[in-house]
Every structure is written in structure tokens, then in C-alpha cells.
């Protein structure tokens, strides 16, 4: 739905700022292009990641979504890039006022940003997909190009001659927020390449789950990294130092069973490391 918006959305603004004397227009139907392939990446690293984990991936895809996210916001810096640059190089040059009727061609347009944005992120949300979020943000910042461009526009049109420039300086200024949105996806998509460690209400979660089991002295080190939209925990636990090291076995079977059984806690791999308590 997104990728088929993306192309159907860089036509219209394409055709409209051509024939409506519009370079912001112009621009942004060039950013709505990088855009199709930002859509592709997304589409391609959410397939991906649902493969189930193999030989060569035993903990998985999941970074494939992270990765999709990271090259999402490159895509964002790119299209920031050549607006900036060709809004720069309009800006001195004299050219006719846009046509009116690119008005309430981009405000429809506005319009149906907004409405995939607020769907795609529910969807990410409900999902915990990082991509699918980077990709809802790149229909907010389209929606927000736009209406930077339709400012301009309307600038342009009604104050009229001598205000032609309004329609470049506004493409001009956009720019800041498509970066702003780029650094804002870019930022956790690294922290899970990175295997940044996670500390949210697993944490507590788990340390709950452990101490109902009896046998389990404490938890020395809990470590949680992202996957994705799953989540893979490395936990250090303390027993009697004279335990069996079947019963220590046992015991680490029984927390690891536990926590992947918790939906909730969406983990993918647990792995358990018994030591002797001080």
C-alpha cells in the first residue's frame, strides 16, 4: 500500500509542479521518488526478517530490519541533499508564480501522507518493527515537504509578483526537518546493529520469573539485545556452589522455558550461564 502510494503520489506531484510553474513541487515529486525506493528497502527487509533462523543465521533475520531502517534514512539524507541543492540554485534565478491549482492538489495530497503515516505507525507499533516505523516517518516528513511547499505556493500566488522566490525558500527550509527525520531513524537501527543493550521492563520481567524458581540464589548479569521485532537475552544465574550440575541444568532449563513461554517478553533465544554463589 505504502510503495503503491509513493509512485502513484511522485507522478501527480511530478505532472502538477511541471505544469503548474512550481520547483518546490518539482523537488518534492523528486523526494516522494527516493521515497518508492525507501518503500522497496522497507518491503524487502521485513521479508527478510520473517525467515525463520538456519545454519548461517542461527539467532536469525531480524537485523534485516534494522538494516532496511538504517538505509531508509540514508535515502531521507540523499533526498534532503538534492532539494537543498537545486532550491539553492532557484532561488536567484526570475521564474513565473506558480498556477493556483496546484493548491488543492497538494492539500489532497497532504491528506492521504497523513492517513499513511498515522496507519503504517499502528502498524509498527502493534508489530515493534523499527522499519515499518522508519517508513511511517517517511510519509510524515513527505506530508511536512509538502506542506512547506504549499506555504511557499500560496506565498507566491497571492502576494504576488516579487514573491516568486517564497516557492524555493520553502523548499529550502524543509530540508531541515527531512534531516531532522533521517538522524531520528538512523539513531536506533544503529543501537541494534551495535547490539546496544536494552533496559526496559525485561529486565524486571525476568528477575520476577527467577525468583519464583526455587533453587535460583540471584541473577548475577542480565543482558538484553534487540533482533528486530524480537529480543535475545544472555543471563548469568547463581546457585548453591554445591550443586549437581545436572540440578544446575535443570534449574537453567526451567527460567530459559519460562521466559520464552512469556509472549510478552517476545524473546527469540535465552541463554543461561550457572555459576556458584558468593
Not at 527487509?45 to 538504517?70: M, N, Q, T, W
Not at 538505509?71 to 539524507?77: E, K, P
Not at 527525520?181 to 543493550?197: F, K, Q, W
Request: hydrophobic share 50%.
Amino acid at each position: 500500500m505504502s510503495l503503491l502510494a509513493n509512485v502513484s503520489l511522485a507522478g501527480v506531484k511530478l505532472l502538477v509542479g511541471f505544469f503548474g510553474n512550481s520547483f518546490a513541487l518539482v523537488a518534492d515529486g523528486v523526494e516522494s521518488l527516493a521515497d518508492i525506493v525507501s518503500s522497496a528497502i522497507v518491503w524487502t527487509g521485513f521479508r527478510v526478517s520473517d525467515k525463520d533462523a538456519d545454519h548461517e543465521h542461527p539467532y536469525g533475520h531480524g537485523k534485516a530490519e534494522a538494516i532496511a531502517a538504517l538505509l531508509a534514512s540514508v535515502g531521507l539524507l540523499v533526498s534532503a541533499s538534492f532539494i537543498a541543492y537545486h532550491a539553492i540554485g532557484e532561488i536567484g534565478r526570475s521564474h513565473e508564480v506558480p498556477a493556483l491549482f496546484t493548491v488543492p492538489i497538494l492539500l489532497g495530497i497532504i491528506c492521504i501522507k497523513e492517513w499513511l503515516h498515522f496507519v503504517l505507525r499502528r502498524s509498527g507499533e502493534r508489530m515493534g518493527s523499527p522499519a515499518l516505523k522508519a517508513e511511517a516517518w517517511h510519509h510524515r516528513s513527505d506530508s511536512l515537504t509538502s506542506m512547506g511547499v504549499l506555504l511557499g505556493i500560496c506565498i507566491a500566488v497571492f502576494a504576488g509578483p516579487g514573491y516568486e522566490a517564497a516557492d524555493d525558500i520553502a523548499a529550502l527550509l524543509v530540508t531541515g526537518l527531512i534531516v531532522f527525520n533521517a538522524v531520528r531513524i538512523a539513531r536506533p537501527a544503529l543501537d541494534e546493529l551495535m547490539d546496544r543493550r536494552v533496559d526496559d521492563f525485561r529486565i524486571d520481567a525476568i528477575e520476577e520469573v527467577a525468583r519464583s524458581i526455587e533453587g535460583i540464589e540471584c541473577l548475577e548479569t542480565i543482558m538484553v539485545r534487540r533482533s528486530g521485532r524480537q529480543f535475545v537475552a544472555e543471563i548469568h544465574m547463581e546457585v548453591a556452589p554445591d550443586m549437581t550440575i545436572e540440578k544446575g541444568h535443570r534449574l537453567s532449563h526451567r527460567l530459559k522455558d519460562a521466559l520464552l513461554a512469556d509472549p510478552e517478553l517476545r524473546l527469540t533465544h535465552v541463554v543461561v550461564h550457572v555459576e556458584p554463589a558468593e
